[in-house]
Antibody
Framework: EVQLVETGGGLIQPGGSLRLSCAAS????????ISWVRQAPGKGLEWVSG???????FSGVSGKGRFTISRDNSKNTVYLQMNSLRAEDTAVYYC??????????WGQGTLVTVSS | DVVMTQSPLSLPVTLGQPVSISCRSS???????????LDWFQQRPGQSPRRLIY???NRASGVPDRFSGSGSGTDFTLKITNLEAEDVGVYYC?????????FGGGTKVEIK
């Protein structure tokens, strides 16, 4: 069964750093594209970053220069390193698996709150 | 980036009645390989998004056949033939033809 489990969220002060993890089971992350998508409270979905099966990363505007996606094939896990966090980064962060040009399986999400 | 525009923003519907949601893209979603990468998602209150439709009109595994997708180029539609209580939630379209992936703003479907 395909599963994605996000961890690492929490309360962090502005300017701080956080690393989110997305542990996959039921498939191999190195054979798939994985994306991070976030949802601010009461708002819509925003794609943040993705990593191709080749290992090449790609980030959207919101995270460029501050967020880095990476993966550990031995742990079957994808990470999102977030630096210089701002209040507007407050959101639930989901990881999702790429399939047929879209996203088929999603995790339950992890909440990141940036506040002093 | 490709801008996705959904309408309407909110849709109050009587149980058993049909639903139609529109999604328009700022440029054609036809990929150079000939495929059109347009997904539809349902997000029930308090839950993660769930894929309903991929590549415009293909139902994802386990999705009831009252959900259907259609369209081409820049103009797409999600239809629900007979609204059921469990269909309440927010619906999003998303294009995967060009990175970054981009989502529509969402359409909230509620019971009238």
């Amino acid at each position: 069964e395909v599963q994605l489990v996000e961890t690492g969220g929490g309360l962090i002060q502005p300017g701080g750093s956080l690393r989110l993890s997305c542990a996959a089971s039921g498939f191999t992350v190195s054979n798939n594209q994985i994306s991070w998508v976030r949802q601010a409270p009461g708002k819509g979905l925003e794609w943040v970053s993705g990593i191709y099966s080749t290992g090449v990363p790609f980030s959207g505007v919101s995270g460029k220069g501050r967020f880095t996606i990476s993966r550990d094939n031995s742990k079957n896990t994808v990470y999102l390193q977030m630096n210089s966090l701002r209040a507007e980064d407050t959101a639930v962060y989901y990881c999702a698996r790429g399939h047929a040009g879209g996203l088929d399986y999603w995790g339950q999400g992890t909440l990141v709150t940036v506040s002093s | 980036d490709v801008v996705m525009t959904q309408s309407p923003l909110s849709l109050p519907v009587t149980l058993g009645q049909p639903v139609s949601i529109s999604c328009r893209s700022s440029q054609s979603l036809v990929h150079s390989n000939g495929n059109t990468y347009l997904d539809w998602f349902q997000q029930r209150p308090g839950q993660s998004p769930r894929r309903l439709i991929y590549k415009v009109s293909n139902r994802a595994s386990g999705v009831p056949d009252r959900f259907s997708g259609s369209g081409s180029g820049t103009d797409f539609t999600l239809k629900i033939t007979n609204l059921e209580a469990e269909d309440v939630g927010v619906y999003y379209c998303m294009q995967g033809t060009q990175w970054p992936l981009t989502f529509g703003g969402g359409t909230k479907v509620e019971i009238k």
